[in-house]
């Protein structure tokens, strides 16, 4: 069986994307910001941002908007369209789907139970979850494993979306996409196709494989130990801890509030795209479901790297990595905790996370003392278009991107 989930609900190599653009129409401009400073030597060139942002939106996106926070001083911009069929733009402050950004947050959600004493990370996971994670598994698979993706657990998305399971042949289709929209699944019936798949590796191996399936545990084993639902916990105890007013998990079907629609085209197979804003993320949960801002995960990842969400000794545990597999079996990246480096040459590593949902992609990046944020959202997904050898061919936007996200965080450094 041939599975090539590119980066569903999961991490994305940095500058790499996902979709075949339709013809974006030029749109007025949506406008850029900064507050807290004009000076281009304190670090943001708002010339610069503007210009790399209005790249991308050129390249083929229709819709991005982006912030960028340089200590008190704070850019944003946007650039595009939010609907391809009336025009309406993109502005800065929307909502977005953002993915897997979400392990970031039931990761913090975990560590603060460690701090508690209630979750030990090297425990097995079956001291908890026995009757999901059963037997020689649940013995043998720890927290720790879970949460840095080496339990060797498959990813479930190729059983819930069956139709793409052999992308990319002729026979795939993006039926699933079309027949999960109002599906309502339960986290264990997720669960359960990630356990009854042939596993991935065995526990503890390295490189590990990266898995949703990890995820969907995780925020189970919160449930199990908080005694309230993860949503109810992850709102009190990480989202309003960070001041996030913009961040919240979703209630039905729609993003309430501005949001862009959202285009997706699975690599071509979809075209033109088609807008799956409104979707029930269910399918994700844990592993992807949260909708936010940009500014709100600036904030948040500040907040997290500055100590105020978990002890400074475990966002330590939070950054030790180990190499990864990614859901296209062929990517290799390190991973810690819910958090990922981000190496830039020249510059230095970056840490955070990205995310993407069916139309939606996001990338969060904070600097390791936590005083400069970059958040970009765009809503096209997985433009790459793959070669008869099945190779992604090259496409402008992951040029553009990688541009704008070394203007972001980097300055001018050469």
């Known amino acids: 069986m041939k599975t090539r989930l590119v980066a569903l609900a999961g991490a994305a190599a940095l500058g790499i994307g996902a979709v075949t653009a339709a013809a974006v129409p030029e749109p007025p401009r949506s406008g850029t910001a900064l507050t807290g400073g004009t000076s281009p030597s304190a670090g943001l060139d708002p010339a610069r941002l503007e210009s790399g942002l209005d790249a991308v939106h050129r390249a083929g996106t229709p819709g991005v908007f982006a912030e960028v926070r340089d200590g008190a001083r704070v850019w944003r911009g946007a650039s595009g369209v939010a609907d391809l069929r009336t025009g309406r733009p993109v502005t800065p402050g929307m909502r977005q789907r953002v993915g897997s950004i979400t392990k970031t947050f039931i990761a913090a959600a975990i560590m603060q139970q460690v701090e508690r004493g209630r979750v030990r990370l090297d425990a ?19 927290v720790r494993m879970l949460l840095n993706h080496t339990s060797g657990l498959p990813e ?150 500055t100590g ?26 390190d991973y810690g905790l819910g958090l990922r480096p981000f190496p830039i040459p020249g510059c230095g590593t970056l840490w955070g996370h990205d995310g993407t949902v069916w139309g939606a992609q996001t990338m969060s990046l904070t600097s390791a003392d936590g ?44």
């Open 124 to 142: 097995p996971i079956g001291d908890y979850l026995p009757a999901l994670v059963p037997g020689d598994r649940g013995r043998k698979i720890t």
């Open 156 to 305: 479930y998305l190729p059983y819930a979306f069956p139709s793409l399971r052999d992308f990319p042949a002729p026979s795939a289709s993006g039926r699933s996409l079309d027949d999960n929209r109002f599906r309502r699944f339960s986290p264990e019936e997720l669960i359960g196709m990630g356990l009854d798949a042939p596993a991935a590796s065995r526990p503890g191996s390295v490189p590990g494989v990266y898995s949703n399936t990890n995820y969907l545990l995780l925020g189970r084993l919160l449930e199990r130990v908080t005694g309230t639902r993860a949503e109810t916990y992850i709102t009190r105890n990480v989202i309003r801890r960070a001041g996030l007013g913009h961040t919240a998990f979703p209630a039905g079907t729609r993003v309430r509030g501005p949001h862009p629609r959202m285009y997706e085209a699975f690599h071509g197979m979809i075209d033109p795209p088609r807008d799956y804003s409104v979707y029930d993320m269910s399918w994700v949960w844990m592993g992807a479901d949260l909708i936010s801002t940009t500014g709100d995960l600036d904030r948040f990842y500040r907040r997290l790297f």
């Open 308 to 333: 105020g969400i978990v002890s400074r000794s475990s966002l330590a545990e939070m950054r030790r990595t180990v190499p990864v597999i990614g859901q296209d079996g062929r990517s290799r990246f």
């Open 371 to 414: 005083r400069r944020q970059m958040s970009l959202a765009m809503n096209l997904v997985r433009w790459t278009r793959f070669d008869a050898s099945g190779k992604p061919r090259p496409h402008p936007i992951d040029g553009a991107l990688s541009s704008f996200y070394r203007q972001a965080m980097c300055g001018n450094a050469p």
